[in-house]
């Protein structure tokens, strides 16, 4: 078993940290003892082959930029036809949809892998915690921060990834109270965090797509159940952030604060 | 009233209000004086800049820092200790900046830190002699405008003010591109250690290809490039000099640690410079600084000597992780995300944390779980004590003195608490 996981073109769409989720699939893997190697694919170059393509978030004007080498390079959507994964977060979740806002104020064609259309929001800009409960319902609770101004609205060839607690996800107003969108293997979202690193069995879920998107093509045996890690660091970090999303927030921001230091000492594996 | 008049009481009612502040024992009291006396007088701070030599210093890094170089720099020449008004505390816009030119002479040269998002407001309404751009990244993402944005805001803003000369980074295509329609530059090769937010070029939209193999050359396509320097940082077995293009060198022997503090203080000299000041004697007074509000000083916490460090986003923890590099102490990382932190710790993944692997790592602060998470990913062994002087005990047991680092406020209670 082996996978490839590529950071799609972190100059234009890393601004957020979200190169962090390339990190986390290549780290799980290779914990569970799976060759896993870690692609950094600049936009200057073809995109790679790879199992797991993760795009991330960016300013406005780079956004454009990647949607536009993305379309003449026609590689993400090759790989994704033939199976791959694809973890598009905020900037990146827009331009893997079917169009999106630039700067200017006009739409730009996206990469048409999800179909999710995005424009730019009315209302002030989505900044801020996100808690939101995924209708998968193999997935727990998801914990992220978005910062973004656009409202999307998830078309009938793609379902919503979660329902909405705290915050905005795809925007406000009807039929707008979720968050992300998910069809196949391709998955977009507007949480940042980076998302896999706050939500471990999301992750997991992919690297599972990615092991069996690898063995189908390659003509291999379907992998195996994924193994069991010790995630407890990431368990207490979504503990807190599931506390301070919901509404008994204060009172437990004030539990962690005046807690002893003896009891908040936790060695690690 | 006439605006004089109204003037010189908004000035009184800023002093009087920052002397209340302040025996109230509620802080400097600068930004609430200061805010008093912008609402007695809107132009308040056009009237206190008037008939004095103001320069100001800008960038995402290193402004505080700065600051007080050149402060030190320009004091000798100006009557000694305390005759340059500054911003000392760091209150960075308009009415911080209102606050430092209260007190004082009315003419008395004046040092300002500006926020990145306040120099156009700065230079309209202070006409400065010289304005130091550092560096552009990405910060607090959650409350600030993008970087590229910045950047074409200070290009039109200074393009507009002919007074000013600019001193500026050469080694960052944002800053050259802030600078590009100034009429005056002096340019700094004052270097780039991080560089993800300098690869998109702001002419063209293009890429921005940097030489390989040590070179400082960067070009895009467009053929927007690094311009020719006039002054670079320099070093060699004796030291670190400031070379300049007529062949003029000085040496750069400062008590604060870093390449990226002497990058600042060559800054500052070829500020002090242009104000007619000798930048090897600008150097020189330089060089008496220890500390910089608590930057780089080395306190006792609970029995440990703990060198304090303040690094607020990727460019400026990529600076300190070079810094602390070549040490094997323990290290506490502090973060918080408060406001003034930004509430997003997302870029603690642009951070590579991978280079405290060997070291004794201790994560605290109020968001120490998301570092504990980025710790494990880089595969770095750590312990996580969420209050920071606790963290700063158990990392002493290792013995010998400890490297704290902290984001804005976790930095500024540890400084403060201890
Ligand atoms: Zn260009």
């Known amino acids: 078993m082996s996978l490839v996981v590529v950071v799609v073109y972190p100059e234009l769409l890393g601004t957020y940290g979200d190169g962090g989720n390339g990190v986390v699939l290549w780290r799980r893997a290779r914990w569970r003892g799976i060759r896993s190697e ?32 993305l379309r003449s390079d026609g590689r993400l959507q090759g790989a994704a036809d033939e199976g791959a994964v694809v973890l598009a977060v905020c900037a990146g979740y827009q331009i893997i949809g079917t169009s999106f806002p630039g700067a200017d104020g006009e739409q730009h064609p996206g990469v048409g892998l999800l179909d999710v259309a995005t424009v730019k929001g009315q209302g002030p800009r989505a900044v801020g915690e996100v808690l939101a409960g995924p209708f998968d319902p193999g997935l727990p609770f998801l914990t992220g921060f978005e910062n973004h101004s656009g409202v ?35 998955m977009g979202t507007y949480l940042h965090g980076p998302v896999l690193a706050r939500n471990p069995a999301l992750a997991d879920l992919l690297l599972d797509w990615g092991l069996k998107g690898a063995a189908e093509r390659r003509g291999q045996e379907l992998p195996t159940p994924l193994a069991v890690l010790d995630d407890a660091e990431e368990e207490a970090l979504r503990a807190e952030r599931l506390a301070s999303g919901s509404p008994g927030r204060r009172r437990s921001r004030r539990r962690h604060r005046t807690a002893p230091a003896g009891d908040d000492l936790r060695g690690v594996p | 009233m006439s605006p004089g008049i109204r003037s010189s009481a908004a000035a009184v009612a800023t002093r009087a209000v920052n002397t209340a502040v302040r025996r109230v024992g509620r802080g400097s009291g600068t930004v609430a ?59 960075n816009m308009p009415a911080g900046h209102v606050a430092a030119l209260a007190t004082g002479r009315r003419d008395a040269t004046a040092v300002l830190e500006v926020d990145e998002g306040y120099l156009a407001e700065a230079l309209v309404a202070l006409d400065p002699v010289v304005s130091v751009l550092l560096n ?53 090769a004052a ?67 870093g390449k990226f503090n002497a990058s600042n203080a060559v800054m500052a000299a070829e500020a002090a410079g242009i104000t007619g000041v000798d930048a090897g004697a600008a150097l020189r007074a330089m060089g008496e600084l220890e500390s910089v509000g608590g930057r780089f000083s080395i306190k006792d916490v609970k029995g440990v000597p703990t060198r304090l460090l303040l690094a607020k986003n990727p460019a400026g923890w990529h600076e300190l992780l070079e810094l602390v590099g070549d040490d094997t102490g323990s290290v506490v990382v502090a973060i918080n995300a408060r406001l003034a932190d930004g509430r997003d710790p ?24 998301d570092l504990a998470v980025r710790l494990r990913y880089a595969q770095v062994p750590h312990l996580t004590v969420r209050q920071p002087e606790a963290a700063v005990a158990i990392a002493g047991q290792h013995g010998g003195r400890v490297d704290f680092i902290g984001n804005y406020t976790a930095f500024a209670e540890l400084l403060g608490r201890s």
């Open chain 2, 346 to 369: 997302s870029w603690l993944w642009d951070v590579d944390f991978e280079r405290l692997g060997g070291r004794h790592v201790v994560a605290t602060g109020e968001r120490c779980l």
């Open chain 1, 38 to 69: 870690l692609l950094m694919a600049s936009s200057d170059q073809p995109l790679p082959d790879g199992d797991v393509y993760c795009l991330g978030g960016g300013e406005d004007g780079p956004q454009v930029q990647a949607a536009a080498a």
């Open chain 1, 152 to 186: 999307t609205t998830v078309g009938p060839g793609a379902s919503p990834l979660a329902a909405v607690q705290v915050g905005s996800g795809n925007g406000v107003g009807p039929g707008h109270l979720t968050e992300g969108a998910v069809s196949g293997r391709v």
């Open chain 2, 33 to 91: 004086g200061g805010r008093v006396g912008l609402r007695l007088d809107p132009s308040l701070l056009e009237h206190l800049g008037a008939g004095r030599r103001t320069l100001l210093v800008t960038g995402t890094n290193g402004k505080t820092t700065t600051t007080r170089l050149l402060v030190a720099a320009l004091e000798p020449a100006c009557g000694g200790p305390g005759s340059v008004a500054t911003n000392a505390t760091g209150s």
């Open chain 2, 191 to 257: 270097g780039l250690g991080w560089r993800a937010d300098a690869v998109g070029c702001p002419a063209c939209e293009g890429r921005i290809t940097f030489e390989e193999g040590g070179g400082d050359g960067w070009v895009c396509r467009c053929g927007f490039s690094r311009p020719v320097v006039d002054v670079s940082v320099e070093r060699d077995g004796a030291g670190t000099w400031a070379v300049w293009r007529d062949g003029r060198r000085a040496r750069v022997a400062l008590g604060i640690p």
């Open chain 2, 136 to 188: 552009l990244s990405r910060d607090q993402l959650d409350r600030t405008s993008e970087v590229r944005m910045l950047s074409g805001r200070w290009r039109s803003a200074l393009g507009a003010a002919e007074h000013t000369w600019v001193v500026a980074n050469a080694d960052d295509p944002l800053v050259v591109w802030a600078a590009g329609e100034a009429s005056r530059v002096r340019w700094v």
